[in-house]
Antibody
Framework: QLQLQESGPRLVKPSETLSLTCSVS??????????WGWFRQPPGNGLEWIGS???????FYNPSVKTAVTISVDRSQNEFSLMLNSVTAADTAAYYC????????????????????WGKGTTVTVSS | DIQMTQSPSSLSASVGDRVTITCRAS??????LAWYQQKPGKGPRLLIY???ILQSWVPPRFSGSGSGSDFTLTISNLQPEDIATYYC??????????FGPGTKVEIK
């Protein structure tokens, strides 16, 4: 059974870099059938997609955070990571990693994606 | 862009009640729809995919239906452990996602 586990500092100072890693167990990160995503949820607010990456390193980023975010993948460690630069209090949130599954629709010659496995999340507070 | 609307934004029902949440797409999305459950203080979990297929952990009191543009999540016998926010989300052509506010289900 696939499991994802977020890890990283729980407290980050303003203007510094938030770094999180998602360790994938029970399955390989190296598959064309998946992307791997980062999401966050500020206290009392809704879910926000941050970005997605596949095992080849192809990325998609939310335009709202694109200039500050880097998502990377380490196939040898079966993990992927999030770096968010120059954080402010607004970046305080629960951060989740997730697997994004690709569905092939042959009749339409298209792929579609949905999130099928989530990590339990980790809360990161930005404060001095 | 295809827009998704979900209603109601919140509901309060009694234990044992039948609860229905509706999700509507602005265009035909076939059955490319997922439902997620997020309990208070917890992360989201995939509840239903392909509009009607329950994940293995989901109790049979949950069901999903619909195709095209109108979809429904039904809880047939609401239990206290079903208190959560429920989100519908269409599958996307790229691995990019936006989330609506969902439906917050509370016990009366």
């Amino acid at each position: 059974q696939l499991q994802l586990q977020e890890s990283g500092p729980r407290l980050v100072k303003p203007s510094e870099t938030l770094s999180l890693t998602c360790s994938v167990s029970g399955g390989s990160i190296s598959s064309n059938d998946y992307y791997w995503g980062w999401f966050r949820q500020p206290p009392g607010n809704g879910l926000e997609w941050i970005g997605s990456i596949n095992f080849s390193g192809d990325t998609f980023y939310n335009p709202s955070v694109k200039t500050a975010v880097t998502i990377s993948v380490d196939r040898s460690q079966n993990e992927f990571s999030l770096m968010l630069n120059s954080v402010t209090a607004a970046d305080t949130a629960a951060y989740y990693c997730a697997r994004v599954t690709r569905v092939t629709v042959f009749s339409r010659a298209r792929y579609y994606y949905y999130i099928d496995v989530w990590g339990k999340g980790t809360t990161v507070t930005v404060s001095s | 862009d295809i827009q998704m609307t979900q209603s109601p934004s919140s509901l309060s029902a009694s234990v044992g009640d039948r609860v229905t949440i509706t999700c509507r797409a602005s265009q035909d999305i076939s059955n490319y729809l997922a439902w997620y459950q997020q309990k208070p203080g917890k992360g989201p979990r995939l509840l239903i995919y392909a509009a009607s297929i329950l994940q293995s952990w989901v109790p049979p009191r949950f069901s999903g239906s619909g195709s095209g543009s109108d979809f429904t999540l039904t809880i047939s016998n609401l239990q206290p452990e079903d208190i959560a926010t429920y989100y519908c989300q269409k599958y996307n052509r790229d691995p990019i996602f936006t989330f609506g506010p969902g439906t917050k289900v509370e016990i009366k």
